[in-house]
C-alpha cells in the first residue's frame, strides 16, 4: 500500500506545477489537467441524439466537425446538470482503447479558471466517500483550504466504456434481446 | 540515396503490379485472338519491364525468372513458338510467379516459402521446353553469371551522357552501370565532366556527368541497348563495338546521330557495326518503331494521369464538404438581409462551389472496368475446373464510380460470379440437350440509372429452381406454409443467411455461406441488390448502388426542433395527416392508403421527443425491400444533397440512425437508418404482440 503511494507521488511529482482548469457542477468544484483541453464553447445549437443514456445529451457542430457532448453531472449518476447562461462546454481529446483520438464535449456549469497546482498540494483520492466513483478521482487539490476533485479524464470519458453503457441502457430496445 | 532507392522502389512494386495486370489481360486476350500481335507485344513489353526495373535494384529471383519467360516471349514474338493452350497456361502461371515474387520484394521478406521455389522450378521446366535448344539461346540464358563466355566476348565501347533531369526522374545513374555489370565486365570507365557548370550556377539535382566505357560482354548489341531503356528518353547513349568497324553501317549510324539534333527528341543513338546472329533479329531500324510508340504510350499516360495518395483527395473533399456547409450558410444569411446584390454574389459562389463538390467527387471515380478485367482470368480458371465452356462478356467497363465501392465490391461480384458458373451455368451436354448453344455465356454489365450505378450478372443457365427454393423456405421456416409468395419474392429468398439449394457441395460454393453475406456487403455500402430469373433461360443479378459514399441524397423532415434526413431513395411518397385522420390512424397504428394497410411509425414517440405534436402531421412513406411503413413527422423541409459525417464510436450501438450531416444553419441533423429503423420495430412489435397469442393457443 505503501509503495502504491509513493509511486503515485513519484508520478505526480514528475508533472509538477501543472496547469489545471476548474469548473463547476452545482456547487462543487472540479479540475483537470490542462493539457487534454483543446477549447471551451458557449453552450448551444446541440441536437439531441434519441435513444442514447442520460449522460449523452447530444452533438453539437464543431467548426464542420459533429462531436458529442457529455453531461458529466449525469455521467456521475446525478440529475442531468440544467442549462443556465454560464453552462459551458470544454472540448476535450478523448482517446478510444485502440488508440483512436476523439473529440468530445464536457458539459459543465461554470467554468471558473486556470490554476497552477503544486503536485505536493495533490492528495491521493480517498478510497470512498467523494460521491463519485473513486476510478473517477486522480486526486484530491487543495486549493484556497477547500478540496477540488481532480478528474481521471481518460476513466470519465472511456469510450469503451460509455458506448457499452450506450448498449445496455432500456431505450436501445433491440439490442437488450440480442 | 537509399532513402529516394526505397521510395522508388516502392514505385516499382506499385508499376510492376500494374505491369503484371496488363500482362494477365493481355495473355487473355491472346488465348481468344491467337494472331493478336499487339497482345503479344503487350505481354513482351510488360515483362522486359518488369525485368529491366528489377535489375535496377538488383532483385535478382525476380530478373532471373522473368529473364526465362522473356526469352519465352521473345521467341513467341519472332513467331518461332506457337501460341497453343499449354503455354497461356503456363504463362498465366509464371505471371502469377512474378507476382508472388514482387511480394516477397514488398514485404520486405528474404525469401520464397518452399512452396513456391518448387513451383517455380515446375514453370521453369516447363518454360525450358519453349525456350530454343539452339546454341545461341544457351550462353545468352547463362549470360547473367557466366560472363567468360570466349567464342561471343567482344569488346564494346560505350558513351554515356545522362541528361540533367535524370535524379529528378527518380534513376541513379549508377544502378546502370553495376546492372551493366550483370552482362558483362567494365574494363575501362572514364567520367566526362566537361558537362560540369560552374559553382554558381551549378545544381546539385541536376546531373552533369558522362561516361566513357570500355566493355567486354558476350551480350549482344540489343542487349546492352536494353540496360538503359529507363534513360533513353533524355539521355545520349552510344554503343559501338570496336573490334571491327563495317563501313556501310557506320553511315547508317551517322544518320540516325543526325536526327538526334533536336533536343526535344528522344536522344538515342544506337550503332551496330558488327552483326552476328543475335542482334541480326534486332537492327536498330527494327527495334526503334517497335520501341518508339510504347514509349509515346507510356508519356501519354504519364501525363494524363496523376498519382495521388487517397488520403490527401479524402481530405479535400472533406473540405470541399464543408465548403458546401459554409456556403448554405452564407446564402441563407444573405436570403435574411434583403440585399440582391449579396444575394446574387452568394448564389453566384454556391453555383461555383456545387461544381467544385462534383469535380472533387469525380477524382474519387474510377472506371469499374479494371474490376471487370479481373475476372476474366476467374472465369478462365473456373470454368476450366468445373469442365464448362464459359464465355464472359464485358460491357460497361468505363462506368465509373467511387474508389471505395469499386474496392469493396470486387468480392461480392466475385461471389456472384463463381456461383453462376457453378450453379446457374448447366455443363456442355446439358445445354446440348436444352437446346442451347454448348458455350455458355456471362454477361457482365455497368450502367448509370438516375445518380446511382447498376451492375448486372447474367447467365444464360438454367435459371433458379423456383419450387426447389420455395421448398426449402417452408423446411427452414422463411416462408409460413399456405402462404404465396411472389416469384420475385422466392428468388430473393436465396439471400436469406444458410440458404442453399444445391445438392452437393462442391469447392466453389453450394455451402449455403455466401449471397446473405453478399447481400450484407452491398447493403453495407449503401445498394441493393435482386434478382430475376427465367426457367431454361437464366438468371440475372442487378446490384443498385450508390455514385459515392461520401454524398447522400436526402430528404429533410422535422419532429419539434430536431431534424432528420432520410435517404431520399427509399421515399416513396409524402402525404398530409389530417386532424381527423390523425386522431384515427393513431389509434390503429396504421393508414389507408389507397386501400393498402400502411403501418405508421411515430418518430415523436419512437426517438422520445418531448412536447406535444404539431396539429397537422405529415406521413412519409418509406420502402425498403418488402417492408413499407409511413413515418410521421412535424415538418417536410424538402430535399437536400449533403456529405455524411459519421457519429464516432460511442453512437455504435444506436440503431435506426446511420450517420449526422451539418446543415446550412449551422445545426446537425441525424440520418435515418430506415432499415435498421424498420427491422428494429417489427421485432419490438412481434415481442410485444407474438406472447399473447402462444398464450391463447395453449390455453
Known amino acids: 500500500m505503501g509503495a502504491i503511494a509513493t509511486t503515485r507521488q513519484a508520478a505526480i511529482a514528475v508533472e509538477e506545477d501543472a496547469q489545471y482548469l476548474t469548473f463547476m457542477l452545482g456547487t462543487e468544484m472540479f479540475a483537470i489537467g490542462i493539457l487534454c483541453i483543446k477549447e471551451i464553447i458557449e453552450y448551444g445549437n446541440l441536437t439531441v441524439v434519441p435513444m442514447m443514456p442520460a449522460f449523452v445529451r447530444g452533438v453539437i457542430n464543431l467548426r464542420g466537425a459533429v462531436v458529442p457532448v457529455v453531461d458529466l453531472s449525469a455521467r456521475f449518476g446525478r440529475q442531468n446538470s440544467a442549462i443556465t447562461r454560464r453552462s459551458c462546454v470544454v472540448i476535450i481529446e478523448a482517446s478510444t482503447e485502440d488508440g483512436h483520438a476523439q473529440d468530445i464535449g464536457l458539459l459543465v456549469d461554470t467554468v471558473s479558471a486556470v490554476l497552477e497546482i503544486p503536485a505536493s498540494q495533490i492528495e491521493p483520492p480517498p478510497s470512498f466517500g467523494a460521491k463519485i466513483r473513486a476510478d473517477f478521482i486522480s486526486g484530491m487539490a487543495k486549493v484556497d483550504g477547500k478540496f477540488v476533485i481532480v478528474l481521471e479524464v481518460d476513466r470519465v470519458l472511456s469510450i469503451d466504456e460509455m458506448s457499452q453503457l450506450a448498449q445496455a441502457s432500456p431505450t436501445a430496445l433491440e439490442v437488450e434481446t440480442q | ?699
Open chain 2, 1 to 699: 540515396m537509399s532513402i529516394n532507392l526505397d521510395q522508388a522502389q516502392q514505385t516499382f512494386i506499385v508499376e510492376a503490379r500494374e505491369q503484371l495486370q496488363a500482362m494477365e489481360e493481355s495473355l487473355l486476350q491472346l488465348e481468344s485472338d491467337p494472331g493478336d500481335d499487339d497482345a503479344i507485344g503487350a505481354i513482351f513489353r510488360a515483362a522486359h519491364t518488369i525485368k529491366g526495373s528489377a535489375g535496377l535494384f538488383g532483385l535478382e529471383p525476380i530478373v532471373s525468372f522473368t529473364h526465362i519467360v522473356e526469352d519465352v516471349l521473345d521467341r513467341l514474338r519472332n513467331g518461332s513458338v506457337e501460341v497453343d493452350a499449354g503455354l497461356i497456361a503456363v504463362l498465366l502461371k509464371s505471371s502469377d510467379h512474378m507476382l508472388e515474387l514482387i511480394n516477397v520484394v514488398a514485404n520486405q521478406g528474404a525469401k520464397l516459402a518452399p512452396p513456391a521455389l518448387a513451383r517455380e522450378m515446375e514453370l521453369c521446366q516447363i518454360l525450358q521446353e519453349y525456350q530454343t535448344p539452339s546454341p545461341v539461346q544457351a550462353p545468352k540464358a547463362a549470360e547473367a553469371s557466366d560472363p567468360q563466355a570466349p567464342a561471343e566476348t567482344r569488346l564494346w565501347h560505350i558513351v554515356l551522357r545522362f541528361g540533367p533531369e535524370v535524379f529528378r526522374n527518380g534513376m541513379d545513374p549508377l544502378s546502370f552501370l553495376r546492372y551493366l555489370q550483370t552482362l558483362g565486365e567494365i574494363i575501362h570507365i572514364t567520367t566526362l565532366t566537361d558537362a560540369m557548370p560552374s559553382a554558381e550556377t551549378w545544381d546539385a539535382e541536376s546531373c552533369y556527368l558522362g561516361f566513357d566505357i570500355e566493355f567486354s560482354s558476350a551480350a549482344g548489341h540489343g542487349a546492352i541497348n536494353e540496360v538503359f531503356d529507363f534513360v533513353r528518353e533524355d539521355c545520349q547513349i552510344q554503343i559501338v563495338a570496336i573490334d571491327d568497324p563495317v563501313p556501310p553501317m557506320n553511315t547508317g549510324l551517322v544518320a540516325t546521330f543526325q536526327e538526334q539534333d533536336d533536343p526535344n527528341t528522344a536522344m538515342v543513338t544506337t550503332g551496330q557495326l558488327m552483326p552476328d546472329q543475335r542482334s541480326a533479329a534486332r537492327m536498330p531500324a527494327q527495334v526503334t518503331p517497335d520501341k518508339q510508340p510504347a514509349t509515346s504510350d507510356g508519356k501519354a499516360k504519364d501525363g494524363a494521369y496523376v498519382r495521388v495518395n487517397a488520403d490527401k483527395l479524402d481530405e479535400l473533399i472533406n473540405l470541399v464538404g464543408e465548403l458546401v456547409i459554409a456556403s448554405a450558410g452564407a446564402s441563407l444569411l444573405a436570403r435574411h438581409c434583403n440585399d440582391d446584390s449579396l444575394q446574387e454574389s452568394t448564389s453566384t459562389v454556391s453555383g461555383l462551389v456545387e461544381e467544385i463538390l462534383d469535380g472533387a467527387l469525380r477524382l474519387r471515380m474510377i472506371p469499374i472496368g479494371e474490376t471487370f478485367n479481373r475476372f476474366r482470368r476467374v472465369v478462365r480458371d473456373v470454368s476450366q475446373e468445373l469442365g464448362k465452356d464459359i464465355d464472359l462478356i464485358i460491357s460497361g467497363a468505363e462506368t465509373e464510380l467511387d474508389k471505395t465501392v469499386v474496392e469493396k465490391i470486387g468480392d461480392p461480384l466475385m461471389h456472384l460470379l463463381r456461383n453462376a458458373m457453378d450453379h446457374g451455368i448447366e455443363t456442355a451436354e446439358a445445354r446440348l440437350a436444352a437446346g442451347k448453344p454448348a458455350k455458355g455465356h456471362l454477361h457482365l454489365n455497368a450502367y448509370h440509372d438516375s445518380g446511382s450505378i447498376v451492375l448486372e450478372i447474367a447467365d444464360d443457365g438454367a435459371g433458379l429452381n423456383r419450387d426447389r427454393i420455395l421448398e426449402k423456405a417452408q423446411e427452414r421456416g422463411l416462408v409460413a406454409p399456405g402462404a404465396s409468395p411472389s416469384d420475385q419474392e422466392i428468388y430473393n429468398l436465396i439471400f436469406e443467411p444458410g440458404f442453399s439449394t444445391a445438392q452437393a457441395v462442391t469447392n466453389l460454393s453450394g455451402r449455403g455461406v455466401g449471397m446473405d453475406v453478399v447481400k450484407r456487403n452491398i447493403t453495407l455500402l449503401r445498394g441493393t441488390v435482386d434478382l430475376d430469373s427465367q426457367p431454361g433461360q437464366g438468371t440475372v443479378v442487378r446490384i443498385r448502388l450508390p455514385l459515392t459514399l461520401a454524398i447522400i441524397n436526402g430528404f429533410l423532415v422535422g419532429i419539434g426542433q430536431s431534424t432528420y434526413v432520410i435517404p431520399l431513395d427509399m421515399v416513396q411518397e409524402c402525404i398530409e395527416l389530417s386532424e381527423d385522420d390523425g386522431v384515427c390512424s393513431r389509434e390503429q397504428g396504421y393508414l389507408d392508403l389507397r386501400g393498402e394497410v400502411l403501418p405508421l411509425v411515430y418518430l415523436r414517440d419512437h426517438f422520445n421527443h418531448e412536447g406535444p405534436a404539431s396539429r397537422r402531421q405529415n406521413v412519409v412513406v418509406v420502402r425498403y425491400a418488402e417492408l413499407k411503413a409511413g413515418l410521421v413527422v412535424d415538418d417536410l423541409l424538402g430535399e437536400f444533397q449533403t456529405v455524411i459525417k459519421p457519429l464516432g464510436k460511442l453512437f455504435g450501438a444506436l440503431r435506426g440512425i446511420s450517420g449526422s450531416t451539418i446543415l446550412g444553419s449551422g445545426a446537425v441533423a441525424l440520418i435515418l437508418d430506415v432499415p435498421a429503423l424498420l427491422t428494429q420495430i417489427a421485432q419490438t412489435d412481434n415481442r410485444y404482440t407474438t406472447p399473447p397469442l402462444q398464450q391463447a393457443t395453449v390455453r
